[in-house]
């Protein structure tokens, strides 16, 4: 059986990263290769990998490209991950007999480019919800991370991609009351705007944003860190909430993604509403140090283990290829 995962991106986050850690785990059983852009290919160490500058998602030479590897390196399944991944993918399946499954790794207003895979993955329940070929499997927490419980004398984080997606716009007007430092980890398009939007609420003595903190580095933050924020509009795992839980740092934040089947529903606020958020955390982050982690952690091994998501993958391409040959 040869995989072969397919990554648009030319940044190395948590899709990336996520691919990195599956097909890692999974080439003991089978073989594995990754596809992705030139600029990533270092990042994926000790793995095989294919530099494909994938372009547009429209593009016929892209897909004939692909096609080509596939058939010669004899491919029995393109797992494609994430929404422009799947598009090629879905294109692919028209000139090809290579399975094709796709993860779909966040909330998309179309999953058109999804429905007619051989299967699809959601990394939380919503995102399969009405996928006939859909299978519920969970992201993990980081395996590379001791998981010690953290010290929570460092302080509250908030962690991703500086997107208006992310919410940190209306976590920092949310902090207006907190005594709390604030963290804001990551680096994007919004830079500018939540800098000034700090610096117009007199909050640079209390919330300072980190952009200098790589994925291999995070772990000393959750090493000291008091708590986590999560404040997006919307998320599919998100990952930064297993790998917190996993140091037992106590999170708040929204209701979105896989969070609510973690997080008890006292600690959640409506995703997109600043009202709901400020409130929460004026009441919860107080709090923050009686929290114990202990029970949360527990379910998350059991339930969020990297072992597990690879077992019910590897489940899923057997079945496939049992049903084609």
Request: glycine share 8%; with cysteine.
């Amino acid at each position: 059986m040869k995989i072969a995962h397919l990554v648009s991106s030319q940044i190395f986050a948590g899709i990336e990263q996520h691919v990195y850690e599956l097909s890692s785990f999974m080439s003991g059983a089978s073989d594995q290769v990754i596809i992705c852009d030139e600029s990533i290919h270092h990042h994926m160490v000790g793995m095989k990998t294919k530099s494909l500058n994938i372009g547009s998602r429209y593009s016929p030479l892209n897909t004939y490209k692909l096609i080509k590897f596939l058939n010669a390196y004899n491919i029995s399944i393109l797992h494609c991950h994430g929404a422009k991944a799947s598009f090629i993918g879905k294109r692919v399946k028209i000139f090809s007999s290579v399975k094709i499954v796709s993860t779909i790794h966040g909330h998309k207003k179309n999953n058109n480019s999804f429905a007619s895979m051989d299967a699809v993955i959601g990394v939380n329940k919503l995102l399969v919800k009405d996928m006939p070929k859909g299978t519920y499997i969970p992201n993990w927490f980081n395996p590379s991370h001791d998981g010690k419980r953290s010290s929570r004398r460092g302080p509250i984080i908030a962690i991703g991609r500086l997107e208006k997606v992310k919410g940190f716009d209306l976590l920092i007007k949310s902090w207006v009351n907190i005594k709390e430092k604030l963290e804001i980890i990551g680096s994007g398009p919004e830079e500018q705007q939540l800098t000034q939007l700090i610096h117009d609420l007199n909050l640079a003595d209390k919330i300072n944003i980190v952009t200098n903190c790589d994925y291999n580095s995070i772990e000393g933050k959750y090493k000291t860190a008091s708590g986590l924020i999560v404040s997006s509009h919307r998320e599919g795992g998100p990952r930064v909430l297993l790998e917190a839980i996993n140091h037992e740092i106590p999170v708040l934040g929204s209701r979105v993604g896989m969070i609510p089947d973690l997080i008890p529903a006292e600690c959640l606020s409506e995703p997109g509403n600043q009202e709901s958020l400020q409130a929460l955390l004026e009441e919860m982050v107080p709090l923050l140090p009686q929290l114990n982690m202990e029970g949360i952690k527990i379910a998350l091994v059991e339930n969020y283990s990297l072992m597990s998501a690879a077992k019910k993958t590897e489940e899923i391409y057997e079945a496939l290829l049992k049903a084609s040959s």
